[in-house]
């Protein structure tokens, strides 16, 4: 392998530039932006040109000349038949297409009014994809035969059962540590005992039915965009469709009633195993028996608390399977998007499913407590 | 180093092969393949399905290790230990997948602009007057620079892919299946056109296809992969004299044999 090499070589009429060696894109010494400037500068002084000891030269070597000569051919050049038609085919190179500028005027309007608009394109997408699941319910009312069964067990066992191990461990250390910090709080009062109301309340009220969501969300929402997603960009949806086979019946409906099912009893669960946590803690930092703390919660904690926690459950289940459906069926065919979308799905039914507790908070705010 | 070696140095040849065995839990896929494919020269790989063409294929460019045996390119181990060598070496051949594998989060421009900036020695206008060069060379225009992967047609996706390969001038094309998916129409156009750039830069060709027309169109030479191993291999002339069953069912065909027999002598 020989070094692309440049001379200046003296005539009697001027300078000629002759170059030698491999001028290819693995060959090139480096930098190659030195290079092309070097050459650029002898170009500037002499118009001759000398190509024909020039070994092998590719097109990255006829561009990087093309470039030097300002686009042009020199005045004299003397260069074999195949690198002539190398450098032809430079020369054809179409001026370089700018890509269209937006024009910079009024960006933040034009981003605001983008933004609202994609918003209310969204909230309008997943009004009809609920008028179409209330329809496909309504169809299962007159043919109960064709109820999707298999893949409503299906997702309710994704979602619900394998969902437990993760939901008691988080849960439970969430009582721990809830009801250490209160613990230390209470004592300072000598107001021990409320420890069971503060725990009873918060974690069957708020803390189960919030903690699940945020949990079911990041787990089984993704899951789920991330699937209709890869259907849609594999054209299995409209494979689907061709068979004649509804996809909101066949994919959305059943994680969406799945979900409205195992959401409640996750909480439950969830709740269940906070409790026992800050039960642990409670005997264990202020020597709080453990048939005094059971004794004592239904006395304290208002059996309505278990069902708002239960219908916050059911509602953020349907919100979260809804949320991850509607991004789902958005993904375009392209990883970025696939990407960007299940980002968006997650975030969206988290903060929806907060909103939301907010909202239950404000209509339930005279229910349930003592 | 001996007086011979020093004035008489041969070329290495492109692909070299030596007792190559793929095996997959307890399924042998080939046993003991020698294979040497010369620079410049056209391969045409044909096998049954589930004959490990593929297998083979992705052996040679590096993608997955042979149970047993070595792939040589240029003279150089494919998989050598030393990773700045097995960079050096994977930037001297392209290889064209037969879904494309465009990068789909990427324009077309970026897309072949790609490897041009791994190499980080370019400065961005000379890789667009690359780009734009490459894009040429596959008959496409400029302003399909700025379309989307998913934006494209079949016949498109296949230029684009066959521009990405070529872009860092790879000395070899390794080709899975070129022509699969395409009306024959496009795919006739499409062998024309490699076999135009082939003539131009001079690279390597190795492909594996089922279609007898792309054989006809590009391959110099034929290797048939049957039973485990490469039963014939040469130009087809050479092929169709070995007596095999494989042999006899693929170019069973009049037309098929015609083309391949037509092209290839």
């Not at chain 1, 394998?162 to 709080?185: C, D, K, M, N, W």
């Not at chain 1, 069902?307 to 375009?332: E, M, N, S, T, Y």
């Not at chain 2, 410049?40 to 490990?52: A, I, N, P, R």
């Not at chain 2, 037969?98 to 400065?123: C, K, M, T, Y």
């Amino acid at each position: 392998m020989t070094v692309a090499t440049i001379e200046t070589v003296r005539q009697a009429d001027g300078a000629q530039i002759r170059l030698s060696g491999e001028w290819t894109l693995v060959t090139l010494p480096p930098p190659i932006a030195g290079l092309e400037l070097r050459l650029r500068d002898l170009a500037s002084g002499n118009t001759c040109w000398d190509l024909q000891p020039i070994e092998r030269m590719d097109s990255a070597g006829a561009i990087l000349l093309w470039r030097a000569w300002g686009r042009q051919w020199p005045a004299s050049l003397a260069v074999s038949g195949a690198h002539r038609s190398l450098l032809e085919r430079v020369e054809a190179i179409s001026a370089d297409v700018e890509p269209e500028q937006p024009s910079a005027s009024w960006t933040w309007i034009r981003l605001l009014g983008g933004g609202a608009l994609a918003a209310i394109g969204h909230l309008a997408a997943l009004l009809a994809l609920i008028g179409q699941m209330l329809l496909d319910v309504a169809h299962l009312c007159v043919h109960p035969g064709d109820i999707p069964w298999r893949e409503f067990s299906a997702n309710l066992y994704k979602s619900g059962a394998q969902a437990l191990p993760v939901t008691a461990l988080i849960g439970f250390l969430i009582g721990i540590v809830l009801s250490y910090l209160s613990a230390l709080q209470l004592a300072t009062f000598g107001a021990d005992v409320f420890i069971v109301n503060l725990l009873g309340i918060s974690i069957v009220r708020e803390l189960g039915p919030v903690l699940v969501a945020v949990l079911v969300a990041g787990r089984s929402g993704s899951a789920m965009t991330a699937q209709i997603g890869v259907m849609r960009v594999t054209e299995e949806i409209d494979a689907l469709a061709t068979m004649g086979v509804s996809r909101s019946l066949r994919l959305v409906l059943p994680k969406v009633l799945a979900l409205a099912l195992a959401m409640p009893l996750l909480v439950i669960w969830c709740s269940a195993a906070g409790i026992v946590g800050g039960m642990v803690a409670a005997k264990l930092q202020m020597d709080l028996s453990f048939g005094f703390f059971i004794d004592t919660l239904p006395k304290v904690v208002p059996v309505a608390n278990v069902w708002i926690g239960l219908g916050k459950g059911a509602v953020f289940g349907v919100l979260i399977a809804l949320i991850a459906c509607h991004f789902g069926l958005r993904v375009k065919p392209n990883t970025e998007s696939l990407s960007s979308r299940t980002t968006t799905s997650v975030v969206t039914s988290i903060t929806v499913a907060i909103l939301v507790d907010a909202v239950f908070a404000v209509l339930t705010r005279g229910v349930g407590l003592p | 180093m001996s007086a011979r070696s020093d004035s008489g140095r041969q070329t290495p040849p492109a692909i070299e092969i030596r007792g190559l065995c793929t095996q997959f839990g307890d399924v042998v896929i080939h046993r003991d393949i020698d294979l040497d494919v010369e620079a410049g020269q056209m391969l045409g790989l044909v096998g049954g399905s589930g004959s490990g063409k593929t297998t083979l294929l992705r052996e040679i460019v590096g993608l997955l290790a042979p149970s047993k045996g070595s792939v040589k390119l240029f003279g150089q181990a494919v998989l050598d230990p030393d990773p700045d060598l097995r960079r050096q070496l994977r930037r001297r051949f392209g290889m064209l997948f037969q879904q494309g594998a465009l990068f789909s989060a990427l324009s077309v421009f970026d897309n072949i602009a790609f490897p041009l900036r791994e190499l980080r020695l370019l400065d961005e206008g000379m890789i667009a007057d690359l780009v734009l060069l490459k894009l040429g060379m596959v008959e496409l225009e400029a302003r399909h620079g700025r379309l989307m992967p998913a934006e494209l047609s079949g016949g498109m996706v296949k230029r684009v892919a066959l521009a990405r390969a070529l872009s860092l001038e790879p000395e070899l094309l390794v080709l899975d299946e070129p022509t699969a998916g395409l009306d024959p129409d496009r795919s006739e156009n499409f062998v024309n056109l490699i076999k135009m750039l082939q003539k131009a830069l001079g690279f390597t060709v190795v492909m594996v296809t089922h279609d007898p027309e792309t054989l006809a169109g590009l391959a110099t030479r034929l290797a048939v992969l049957a039973d485990q191993r490469i039963v014939a291999c040469g130009t087809a002339a050479e092929v169709f004299a070995v007596e095999h069953p494989f042999i006899r069912n693929f170019f069973s065909s009049g037309r098929a044999a015609a083309t391949v027999r037509q092209g290839a002598c």
